[in-house]
């Protein structure tokens, strides 16, 4: 089989990106004068990264500049797939030199590197169409890369998150594919003209010359944004008369409520490397495990794993769009009560303790003196020979163990918020494809409104049947499409 000269040429654009290669034979043609002699073929690839006036910008749409350690593209590999969806070429490229977006506004400037590659090339032939795909980052599939079937393409993170598809410079990145752009829609034919370095073949979508527009595998979620540190006046919408109650009084009782950190639940293992859709629907590999799992957490009463409140600013992850394991924020606040509510309470020492105040029938409480005097005329309220006192020193005695605080809780239908501490917990939903996490897409919640005191641990729930605390949100999508969800906490 005869080797060829592939030619990978750089477009220097605002957000392109492109590779150019030389002839090896500088020799001139006796027949074609003046032009470069060649055995092969030429042709020029120009990759359109995903910036704001990139992929996903349909009209309408929400979109954020991505920073240059997420838009910078320095090595990649390209794929020249024949019609029996076979490899016919693939070539790693590496010293790319492209920094993305820098400045901001109308002074966004981008730094376009171009580098020469001498390719050797074989099994591609004049006439024939080939797709072409790019594959930005040098994150491998599980398997060798195969489009026949292009389901067996996988990206797959041993993380918690999909932190090593998301590193500084190196996104993974695939052609965008989706209800914009067919990422199998890029075609080169070559033709005998293109055997010069002047005259190189074109990479087509749709009948016109065009660039291969890419996206992050990943999604980001951005740490969530509070707006609001008191428990609001009014009520939620078709509130019941009960929970008018008991917002009241922790309105009445709360001085302000504070968020303090938040963790980020069911985070898919794995990624088609391309953007895959079954009828109109986002599909995942096939035994898609989630990590930092909903249930992880605990239990109704029990908080089981602390490690997961310690998030970043921002957070990378595969999409999902499971309906049993949503991608879930759980945050976490402070309450802080009125001085009034905080004398004599049980837990007025200088610890991790302090502020730790209980909820009994949607009414907050400091002591259980206070309990005890509400409901005096309840003969054995928490069990016979039970006291406040006798109450208050179980309690001290478990408060530092979670599984006998757990039990405490459960024994006694009591909510406890250790150390004035309180959880809610909210479903990301992506705003233009309800219910799933896409790739390429920013989510930030927003907390709009607190209604509420919550829940004592992450996946707690109020002991009344009535749910009395809830979040309002609002999340924006960025392409990167930007999800912002408002958050009311009830």
């Not at 350690?69 to 019609?83: F, M, S």
């Not at 986002?282 to 898609?288: E, R, V």
């Not at 009414?363 to 309840?378: C, G, L, M």
């Amino acid at each position: 089989m005869k080797k060829m000269n592939l030619l990978v040429m750089s477009l220097v654009s605002a957000a392109a990106l492109s590779f150019t290669s030389c002839s090896s034979n500088d020799e001139l043609d006796d027949n074609n004068a003046g032009q470069a002699k060649a055995d092969g073929f030429y042709m020029t690839l120009t990759v359109q990264s995903p910036k704001s006036d990139g992929t996903r910008t349909a009209v309408n749409k929400p979109t954020e500049n991505a920073t240059a350690e997420e838009a910078a593209i320095t090595n990649g590999t390209l794929y020249l797939v024949d019609d029996q969806n076979n490899i016919a070429f693939h070539e790693d490229l590496s010293g790319l030199d492209w920094s993305g977006a820098v400045g901001e506004g109308e002074s966004v400037t981008q730094k376009d590197g171009q580098k020469t590659f001498k390719i050797e090339v074989q099994n591609v032939h004049a006439g024939n169409t080939y797709k072409v795909y790019f594959k930005a980052g040098n994150q491998a599939p599980t398997a060798a890369m195969n489009f026949k079937p292009t389901l067996s393409n996988i990206f797959n993170t041993t993380d918690k998150f999909a932190t090593s598809f998301a590193t500084a410079k190196n996104f993974a990145m695939f052609n965008q594919n989706d209800t914009q752009v067919d990422g199998n829609g890029y075609t080169v034919t070559f033709s005998k003209a293109n055997n010069n370095e002047a005259n190189p073949a074109k990479v087509y979508y749709k009948d016109a010359v065009s660039p291969i527009k890419v996206e992050r595998v990943v999604a980001r979620i951005d740490a969530p944004v509070n707006k609001s540190t008191k428990v609001l006046a009014s009520y939620p919408e078709n509130a019941s008369e009960a929970l008018k109650v008991a917002i009241d009084d922790a309105k009445d009782k709360v001085a302000k409520i504070e968020l303090v950190d938040y963790a980020v639940a069911n985070l898919a293992n794995q990624s088609y490397v391309m953007q895959t859709w079954n009828n109109n629907q986002l599909s995942l590999p096939a035994n898609t495990n989630y990590t930092q799992k909903a249930t992880d957490f605990g239990t109704k009463y029990y908080y089981k794993d602390k490690e997961f409140f310690n998030n970043k600013t921002v957070n990378y992850v595969f999409e999902n769009n499971s309906s049993d394991n949503p991608t879930t924020m759980y945050f976490e606040y402070k309450v802080t009560l009125k001085d009034k509510e905080m004398t004599n309470a049980d837990f007025n020492a200088e610890d991790a303790n302090k502020g730790t105040f209980y909820r009994y029938n949607n009414v907050i409480y400091t002591s259980f003196a206070q309990i005890f005097e509400d409901y005096k005329d309840v003969t054995n309220l928490f069990g016979e020979g039970k006291t406040a006192a006798t109450m208050k020193e179980e309690l001290s005695n478990a408060i530092n163990d979670e599984a006998k605080l757990a039990k405490f809780r459960e024994d006694y239908k009591i909510e406890v918020f250790k150390g004035g501490k309180t959880y809610y917990k909210q479903v990301i939903k992506d705003n233009h494809i309800a219910g799933i996490i896409q790739r390429n897409s920013i989510y930030r919640l927003t907390v709009n409104n607190i209604f509420n005191v919550g829940a004592q641990v992450p996946n707690g729930e109020p002991t009344e049947e009535n749910k009395f605390y809830y979040i309002n949100v609002t999340v924006t999508v960025n392409p990167w499409v930007l999800n912002n969800q408002d958050v009311d906490l009830q």
